[in-house]
């Protein structure tokens, strides 16, 4: 039986684990990553990692690809996270409705850990949570496509928005810029009264 794989992070996300799956072959990223400038999916961290020097990565993601939006798991399938946070797709995207019941699932399982999913698919977000609630310990933030365009109020069903500006602008307001997430914790803390996440713009 296929286990779901969990990746420990580096860098920005080090003492963090994600479950993540592959950018490279996912139909949404791969049209994103070829919009215009002012999309940050075309300055996409992850396609430039797993096309380069995190290429070995990509065989257990894609089996997490696979897995996650083949078939809604069983509960014994879904693994037990001991970490109090957690992070959903440091690498890719939402594929299918399927891909976040299983996500959903897994935050139900864990009721002790704190979720969060950063996405672009608000058609899927809708689709799935107009009929269903969203568990208490997920953490929905709307990953804002359009750099230098800052939206403050979260879409429906989102509790926050994470948005890109250039190194210059919005500079009072980049609350999401040079430190670790485990030093921070704004996007993993359910009802901290903070709804907007900004970060300037990286070089890869």
């Given amino acids: 039986m296929t286990e779901v794989h969990i ?7 080090d003492g963090f684990k994600a479950i993540s799956t592959n950018t490279v072959t996912n ?10 400038d002012n999309v940050i999916c075309s300055k996409c961290y992850s396609h430039t990692m797993l ?5 070995n990565c990509q065989p ?21 996270i ?6 959903f797709d440091a690498h890719g995207e939402l594929i299918n409705i399927t891909n976040l019941i299983n996500y959903v699932n897994i935050a139900k399982k864990n009721p002790h850990c704190s979720f969060g999913l950063w996405t672009k698919r608000k058609d899927l977000i809708n689709r799935y949570f107009k009929d ?3 568990p208490p310990n997920l953490i929905l933030i709307y990953s804002n496509p359009k750099i230098s365009n800052i939206l403050s109020k ?10 890109n500006v250039l190194e210059h602008e919005e500079v009072e307001r980049q609350n999401c810029t040079g430190q670790q997430c485990k030093n921070c914790l704004l996007c993993y803390t359910p009802n901290n009264g903070v709804t907007t996440i900004v970060e300037k713009v990286k070089k890869y």
């Fill in 60 to 80: 257990s993601l894609q089996r997490n690809s696979d897995l996650l939006s083949s078939r809604v798991l069983e509960q014994e399938e879904l693994p037990l």
């Fill in 51 to 55: 096309k380069g020097f995190r290429k």
């Fill in 7 to 13: 990746s420990k992070m580096t860098g920005k996300l």
């Fill in 27 to 36: 139909d949404f990223c791969i049209k994103m990553n070829k919009a215009k």
């Fill in 154 to 163: 979260p879409p429906k069903h989102f509790h926050r928005t994470f948005n």
């Fill in 132 to 134: 269903n609630d969203c």
């Fill in 82 to 87: 001991l970490d109090a946070f957690f992070r």
